[in-house]
């Protein structure tokens, strides 16, 4: 089943002489429950096209379609919603609030979003997180490892349908990259969310179900791993 769908999305920046095509006509579809890793190298559109399918910045032009609706569709309000509710954004540097707690940052957005916060999920993810016993500890506290961990359990407590992570492994390890790519397929295959990864590791991407790779921001390969 279709989850996802992008259609001739163009970015640009810029205008005249100075404009710059981040991306240029790149359209695709996703099923429910794919993982699929997005290559290509530095200034190829890759994390231009992550933030334009999390709704967090707008295209020039094209679509882009969540379980059928058209996201940009959506007033300002409407798609802040969609962001804090129907997709979980991970970042390479982690993006945790200095002053709040490990659950404190893992629950803020169920609280902007003005809801209760579901205790059994969050214990859930705490113990899958390997988190337990560090729920009160402030991210100064916490190895590269863990943040990461922190920004995953943010990322999933609204239990999105979607899950985007932007170089994910980027400021750590072997040992805490392969840990952490082992969450992110853990949360794939027990919540059947769809996973979309930007990476430069090659042992990454070949986890993936799917590699989709981008060159001057454009589609150059679109290739199936495994079913």
Known sequence: ??????????????????????????????????????????????STLLHILGGVDQPTGGRVFMDGADIYARNDEQLAIFRRREVGLIYQFYNLIPVLTVTENMTLPVLLDGRKVNEERLEELLDVLGLRGREGHLPNQLSGGQQQRVSIGRALMNAPMVVLADEPTGNLDTKNSQEIVELLKYSNRKYHQTLIVITHDENIALQADRIIALEDGRIIRDERMRR
């Open 1 to 46: 089943m279709e989850i996802l769908r992008a259609e001739n999305l163009v970015k640009t920046y810029g205008r005249g002489d100075n404009e710059v095509r981040a991306l240029d006509g790149v359209s695709f579809s996703v099923e429910k429950g794919e993982f699929i890793a997005i290559i290509g190298p530095s200034g190829s559109g890759k």
